[in-house]
């Protein structure tokens, strides 16, 4: 019902402070399952999930002459330990919203390494970087809040399904960020 969306720039090896085994990677053949859901419930509050999904990116780059040329990595990802769900409210619909919510921090990650690859770079090129990376971040925070607000947590299976059917066209629309 809530999602909490962090970005961060981590090595290969961690990302922000997780175990490998403690994150899944979005894949389209691997979609979330209740099980996933390993962090402490928040028995005060009033949404029955949250997921904490994120977007991570890296960047490599050469300067020849004036010329930067670089190489981005881009993915989301969800955190289990971070992730919770109310077991008596776990059901087959919330669950696609968690999902969905999921999916939404992946289309964002698309749309920022979309942006980063056309954009060119000068000497300013990490501001530049950030610049970018911090509007992707407002626009996926506002979608978000849109997707709960429209949906109403995923109560208004009406707006569910239509905003299904949006993120899905959304994602065939932009290329992966890893090899699916």
């Not at 990677?25 to 997921?51: H, I, N, R």
């Not at 780059?61 to 969800?78: D, E, I, R």
Request: hydrophobic letters at 30%; aromatic letters at 14%; proline letters at 2%.
């Amino acid at each position: 019902m809530k999602v909490i969306v962090l970005f961060v720039l981590v090595s290969i090896t961690r990302i922000a402070g997780y175990a490998q085994d403690d994150i899944i990677f979005w894949s389209k053949q691997q979609p979330l399952k209740w099980e996933d859901y390993k962090g402490q419930v928040d028995e005060t509050s009033k949404f029955y999930a949250a997921t904490l999904a994120s977007i991570k990116y890296r960047y490599g780059y050469n300067k020849t002459g004036t010329v930067h040329n670089f190489k981005f990595q881009v993915n989301s990802y969800f955190t289990k330990s971070r992730s919770w769900s109310k077991k008596e409210h776990q059901s087959a619909p919330l669950l696609k919203h968690e999902q969905l919510h999921f999916d939404l921090t992946e289309l964002y990650a698309r749309k920022l390494k979309e942006e980063l690859e056309r954009t060119s770079y000068t000497d300013d090129f990490k501001e530049r970087i950030t610049q970018i990376f911090n509007s992707k971040k407002t626009e996926l925070s506002n979608i978000q809040q849109r997707y709960d607000d429209e949906t109403d947590h995923s109560r208004n299976k009406e707006k569910q399904m239509e905003w299904q059917a949006y993120i899905d066209g959304e994602l065939r629309k932009t290329k992966p960020t890893n090899s699916e």
